[in-house]
C-alpha cells in the first residue's frame, strides 16, 4: 500500500502543477480512492470536514465580505500617497501588512487596486506588485492572516498537538513585514514605470455593421472611422476572413465586424455611428464591469462561444485584453485564460449569481454592492478586533467569537444569506477537509516516513537544523510549482515525521511548512493576490522572476533564521 499512496502522491502532484483539472476534485477524488481501499475510514474521512480549524478560516472568509464594503480601508489609503515614492510605498506596505494580519489578502488588495489607479502620485505599475508582496507578509503576522496558517493549525490539531495560538506567528511575521517594507524599495528598479495604467490599458473589442445602417456603401475614411480618439481599426473580419491592416478605402458592407483596440472608458464613440453595435452586448454599455478570470473559473480553456456566458452569468464580453499579447480573432473565437482582463456589459441579476466569486476577480466598485457608512464600517473593524482581543486574553474563544460576530453581521442588515450562500468556499473546504485525510494517510502509511528518512538522508550531514531547512525548502518549492494550500497539505506530514524521528520539538518543522507555503513571489500564479496585480499592471513574467528573487532570498534567510531562534528544536 506504501506503493500505491506514494504513486498516488506523485500522479496529484503533476495534475496540479498542469492545473486542467480543479484541485478540489483531484484532492476529493484522492481521499475517495483511499477510503476505497480502506486506507481511511469514513467516520475518520468525514471528520475532517468539521475540523476546528478549517471551520474558524470559513468564519473569517464570510466575515470578510461585510469588510469589503466598509469604507475604512480606502479612507486611510487615500491617505498614504504623496510625492515621495519611497514614503508612500513604505507607508502603504505598512497599513496594507497591518490588515492582512487580520483580513482575507484577496478583499485587502481589491480595496487597494482601485485606490492604487487612482493615485495621482506614482505609476501605479510601481506599487501594484508590491502590494501584493506586501499582503503576503502581513498574511504571516497572525494565524488568522492567511488560510495556509489556518490549515497548517488543522494539521496540528489532527496529529494530537497542542493547537497554535493567534500571536505565534509575530515573532517571525513582524520582522517579515517591517524589513520586508525596506526590500520592496529594491525591487522597485526592476518594476516597469507606466505612467497611467487607466490610459494605457488597450482592450480588444468588436462591433457588427447592422444590415439598415448607414455606414454600408461608405469607406472607411468617409465614415470617418479612421481617426477616432482613444480607439484605433485595426481589422475587419467579413464572411470569416480578416482585412488588416485596413486601408482608408475599405467599403464597409452589411454584417462586417470591426474590430478595435484601445481604452475601454472610450467605447460610447462607438455609439455615435448609425448601424455600429457592440458584437458581444446585448446589455446597457453604461452597465460595464471589469473582471479577471479566476485561477478557479471554469472558463479556462474554454472559447467564449461555446462557454454559454451570458446564460451563467447575465453578462456579454464587450471587450478582452490578455496582457500585452496581440489578440487577433473574434472575441467568440477567443479561449480564455487564467488573468485574463474582460469587460462585461452585465444585466440586472449579474451580481445574483452564485458563481461569481469562483470565476471571477471584480475589480473597481461599480455596481458590485452597496458600502456601509463611515460608522458602520468603524464599528465593523471595532467589533472585529474586539473579537480577536478577547480570544487573545483568554475570554471568549476566537471560533464562538466569530460565529457571534457572524449573527451580528446578519441581525444588521451587513451580511444576508443569498451573500453567504453566493460567496460560500465550497471548493476550499473540499480541498482542505479532502487535504487533512490524505496528510494521516501518507503519515499511517509511511510514504511520510520513507520521505522523511530520504530528506534526512540527504542533508542529515548538517544535523537538526539542515533537516528543518530541507522541509522549508521544499514547501517553499512546492508552492511555486502548485498551490499555497496543497503545498502545506503535501508537506506537512513529512515535516511531522522528520521531527519525530530526530527526537526533536515539531514546533519549528510546523512554522516551517507555514512559512514555507506563504513564499510565492516568483510567478503570478502560485498566490491570487499575485494574479490580481499582474493582470491589472501589465507585469510579465520576467518581472515576477527577478523581483519574486530577491524578495524570496530575504524572505527565507529572515524565516530559516528566526524560526529556530523563537521555537527551538
Known sequence: MQILVALSIIILLVLLAKNRIKPALLFFGLVLIYYFFDLIEVKSM??????KSLVTLLLLLLISIVFEKTTFIASLSNKIFSKSYNKSLIKMSFLVSFFSAFLNNTAVVASMISVIRQNRFHA?????????????????????????????????????????????????GIPIALIGGFVLLFIARFLPETKDLKEEKNYFLEAKVDKNSKLIGKSILENKLR???????????RDGYNISPVNPNEIIKANDILVFSGDIKHVEILNHFDGLILEHN????????????????????????ESNFRTKFDASIVAVKRGNESLSSKIGDISLKIGDNLILAVGNNFYKRDNLKKNFYILGDIGIQKKLDFKQSI????????VLLFSLINILPLIKGLFILLVLYLLLGFLDISEIKRRFP?????????????ASVMIDSGVADSLAYFLNSSFGSFGVYGSFISIYLLTFILTEIITNNAAAALSFPIAYVTATNLG?????????????????????????????????GDYNFKTFIKSGFFVSIFYSLLVVGLIPIFFPF
Do not use: C, R, W
Request: proline share 3%; charged share 10%; hydrophobic share 50%.
Open 46 to 51: 468525514l471528520n475532517n470536514f468539521t475540523n
Open 124 to 172: 501605479p505599475s510601481k506599487l501594484l506588485l508590491p502590494l501584493s508582496y506586501a499582503a503576503i507578509f502581513g498574511g504571516t503576522i497572525t494565524l488568522v492572516g492567511t488560510s495556509t496558517n489556518l490549515i497548517v493549525n488543522g494539521f496540528v490539531i489532527e496529529q494530537g498537538l497542542e493547537p497554535l495560538k493567534l500571536f505565534d506567528f509575530i515573532y517571525v
Open 227 to 237: 481617426n477616432l480618439e482613444h480607439l484605433f481599426l485595426s481589422e475587419i473580419i
Open 282 to 305: 446585448k446589455h446597457e454599455a453604461k452597465n460595464l464591469v471589469e473582471v479577471i478570470i479566476s485561477h478557479e473559473s471554469n472558463l479556462i480553456g474554454q472559447k467564449v462561444k
Open 379 to 386: 464599528f465593523v473593524v471595532a467589533s472585529f478586533f474586539t
Open 426 to 438: 465550497y471548493e476550499l473546504v473540499i480541498i482542505i477537509g479532502s487535504a487533512l485525510g490524505i
Open 504 to 536: 526533536v520539538d515539531v514546533t519549528p518543522f510546523i512554522f516551517a511548512v507555514a512559512y514555507g507555503a506563504s513564499a510565492s513571489f516568483m510567478t503570478p500564479y502560485g498566490y491570487q493576490t499575485n494574479l490580481m496585480v499582474s493582470a491589472v
